[in-house]
């Protein structure tokens, strides 16, 4: 059984080590290198980190439709590609390339959040349990018959990046108890109720702006879904404060936006409730609980702060 991987960010990395534990791995697919942090250093996706120091081949291609790239899978001769946070879209003659097809380790409870941001999604709107879906990709965008699902519940005060992390550990457990069933023939694929799906698209940086408008239990939500990556922030005196962490107290003080103070920390109000700000983090600085930096930030408190749908 020749394995395929194809995988790019820490989520991804479990499955690749538990699967080359049990099956020989002719080839790791990975997103290409790139600049990022404020150095704008060159820096290598985990799972390249990870292929590099297990000696295994690595590919990273631009497009994966590119000719080179599929000469070179075709080289490879997979019975099975095993995909994990690619971030590409696998073209038809990829999924038609191994005789058993391409499997892919999603992070929701498919047709549930299909799309690039499944774990940011299921926070986000308040989702109480998610999980993981083992599915027979196809041409559509995670469309897919399922082979197998565990559901898992989310914990009230869980982060995105602590939800994928743990998500990313169930998901390898997962893949390993499916594929030897699925390689038997004892799995039947399961076609997804696609009148029920939902879709988690790409997340940006400007998604995190913080809307006022909406509920303190919205805005809550908004950053624990998006902590670490893309981070909720709001603009003050014409800088980036990003929220780290955050909580709900029912009363709303004056106008929405408005800065109170919510016993030592700072808080804002919205449209219902006021969102108490428990760890910022200024531009350029390093976070801090809410009352340091609401000590150092003179004009802060009795600030109105504006949503980005009022710019």
């Given at each position: 059984?020749?394995?395929?991987?194809m995988?790019?960010?820490?989520?991804?990395?479990?499955?690749?080590?538990?699967?080359?534990?049990?099956?020989?791995?002719?080839?790791?697919?990975?997103?290409?290198?790139?600049?990022?942090?404020?150095?704008?250093?060159?820096r290598?996706?985990?799972?390249?980190?990870w292929?590099?120091?297990?000696?295994?081949?690595?590919?990273?291609?631009?497009?994966?439709?590119?000719?080179?790239a599929?000469?070179?899978?075709?080289?490879?001769?997979?019975?099975?590609?095993?995909?994990?946070?690619?971030?590409?879209?696998?073209?038809?003659?990829?999924?038609?390339?191994?005789?058993?097809?391409?499997?892919?380790?999603?992070?929701?409870?498919?047709?549930?959040?299909?799309?690039?941001?499944?774990?940011h999604?299921?926070?986000?709107?308040?989702d109480t349990?998610?999980?993981?879906?083992?599915?027979k990709?196809?041409?559509?965008?995670?469309?897919?018959?399922?082979?197998?699902?565990t559901?898992?519940?989310?914990?009230?005060?869980?982060?995105?990046?602590?939800?994928?992390?743990?998500?990313?550990?169930?998901?390898?457990?997962?893949?390993?108890?499916?594929?030897?069933?699925?390689?038997?023939?004892?799995?039947?694929?399961?076609?997804q109720?696609?009148?029920?799906?939902?879709?988690?698209?790409?997340?940006?940086?400007?998604?995190?702006?913080?809307?006022?408008?909406l509920?303190?239990?919205?805005?809550?939500?908004?950053?624990?879904a998006?902590?670490?990556?893309p981070g909720s922030?709001?603009t003050?005196?014409?800088k980036?404060?990003?929220?780290?962490?955050?909580?709900?107290?029912?009363?709303?003080?004056?106008?929405?936006?408005?800065?109170?103070a919510v016993?030592?920390?700072?808080?804002?109000?919205?449209?219902?409730?006021?969102?108490?700000?428990?760890i910022?983090?200024?531009?350029?600085g390093?976070?801090?609980?809410?009352?340091?930096?609401?000590r150092?930030?003179?004009?802060?408190?009795?600030t109105?702060?504006?949503?980005?749908?009022?710019v």
């Amino acid at each position: 059984m020749r394995v395929v991987f194809m995988g790019s960010p820490q989520f991804a990395v479990p499955s690749l080590e538990i699967l080359a534990d049990a099956y020989p791995i002719v080839g790791v697919v990975t997103q290409p290198d790139r600049k990022a942090g404020r150095g704008r250093k060159i820096r290598q996706s985990a799972v390249k980190v990870w292929s590099l120091e297990h000696g295994l081949p690595i590919m990273q291609p631009r497009r994966l439709k590119d000719p080179e790239a599929i000469e070179k899978l075709k080289n490879w001769t997979p019975d099975l590609i095993v995909v994990a946070a690619f971030g590409q879209i696998l073209p038809e003659e990829v999924l038609e390339l191994p005789e058993w097809g391409c499997l892919n380790v999603h992070a929701s409870l498919l047709p549930r959040w299909r799309g690039a941001a499944p774990v940011h999604a299921s926070i986000l709107h308040g989702d109480t349990e998610t999980g993981i879906t083992i599915m027979k990709m196809d041409v559509g965008l995670d469309t897919g018959p399922i082979l197998s699902q565990t559901s898992t519940p989310i914990d009230p005060q869980e982060t995105g990046g602590q939800l994928s992390d743990r998500l990313s550990q169930i998901g390898a457990v997962l893949l390993l108890e499916t594929i030897p069933s699925y390689l038997e023939g004892n799995i039947k694929p399961i076609e997804q109720n696609h009148e029920q799906a939902t879709y988690a698209p790409m997340l940006k940086k400007s998604d995190g702006a913080l809307d006022f408008n909406l509920t303190a239990e919205e805005l809550a939500r908004q950053v624990r879904a998006f902590e670490p990556w893309p981070g909720s922030f709001f603009t003050w005196k014409g800088k980036r404060i990003v929220v780290r962490k955050a909580h709900v107290v029912s009363d709303t003080k004056g106008t929405r936006g408005a800065v109170n103070a919510v016993g030592e920390l700072p808080a804002v109000s919205t449209s219902q409730g006021s969102l108490v700000l428990e760890i910022l983090q200024p531009a350029g600085g390093k976070s801090m609980p809410g009352d340091a930096f609401m000590r150092g930030a003179r004009g802060f408190l009795g600030t109105e702060l504006t949503s980005p749908s009022n710019v």
